[in-house]
């Protein structure tokens, strides 16, 4: 069964860094395209980021709203992406998800990973 | 970049009501428009896809409408389970945008 699990959230000081994991397995990880979503408690989705595959130069695009500060990656070989941010805000809190693209769509997802911004 | 706005939110229906909800682009997307349903804890789970495909899985009584900037998500019967928030997602070209959702509560 093809899964996705993220980790390495936690607690981080306004300014600190943090990278967070996302390992699939059950699936053909070098196929995919992967996303980063986020959601801040109580509220919507925000799309982060995505990073495509090697045909593709491992191309990523980001949310202005992360841009400069976050960076996506991927391992192919340990069948895992990242997402590495920087200068993080209070805004930054929120459960973080990564998700599969298939196609035109994100029709795998992992359960998150909780990030809290604070002092 | 592309915004996204849903309609009604929220919304309160009974069991067995047909529900429609509303998904508009600030440009047109073509027919790359997904919706997904999230419950209370979980992650977001893919309903439609290309506006109109439903997902293996996904129950029939979903289903989705649409192209160019106006499109539609449907339950013809609704059940108690369907109680969760809906969201839309342009894929036309990033940032691939959400909408703001639209919870969906059960009389």
């Known amino acids: 069964e093809a899964q996705l699990v993220e980790s390495g959230g936690g607690l981080v000081q306004p300014g600190g860094s943090l990278k967070i994991s996302c390992a699939a397995s059950g699936l053909t990880f070098t196929d995919f395209a992967m996303h980063w979503v986020r959601q801040a408690s109580g509220k919507g989705l925000e799309w982060v980021g995505h990073?495509?595959?090697?045909?593709?130069?491992?191309?990523?695009v980001y949310a202005a709203s992360v841009k400069g500060r976050f960076t996506i990656s991927r391992d192919d070989s340990k069948n895992t992406a990242y997402l590495q941010m920087n200068s993080l805000k209070n805004e930054d809190t929120a459960v973080y998800y990564c998700a599969r693209r298939r196609g035109n769509h994100l029709d795998l997802w992992g359960r998150g990973t909780l990030v809290s911004v604070s002092s | 970049d592309i915004q996204m706005t849903q309609s009604p939110s929220p919304l309160s229906a009974s069991v067995g009501d047909r529900v429609t909800i509303t998904c508009r682009a600030s440009?047109?997307?073509?027919?790359?428009l997904n919706w997904y349903q999230q419950k209370p804890g979980k992650a977001p789970e893919l309903l439609i896809y290309?506006?109109?495909n439903l997902q293996s899985g996904v129950p029939s009584r979903f289903s989705g409408s649409g192209s160019g900037t106006d499109f539609t998500l449907t339950i013809r019967s609704l059940r108690p389970e369907d109680s969760a928030t809906y969201y839309c997602?342009?894929?036309?070209?990033?940032?691939?945008?959400f909408g703001p959702g639209t919870k969906v509560d059960i009389k």
């Open positions: 290309g506006a109109s």
């Open positions: 997602q342009q894929s036309y070209t990033p940032p691939f945008t």
């Open positions: 440009q047109s997307i073509i027919s790359y």
């Open positions: 990073i495509r595959t090697k045909p593709n130069n491992y191309a990523t």
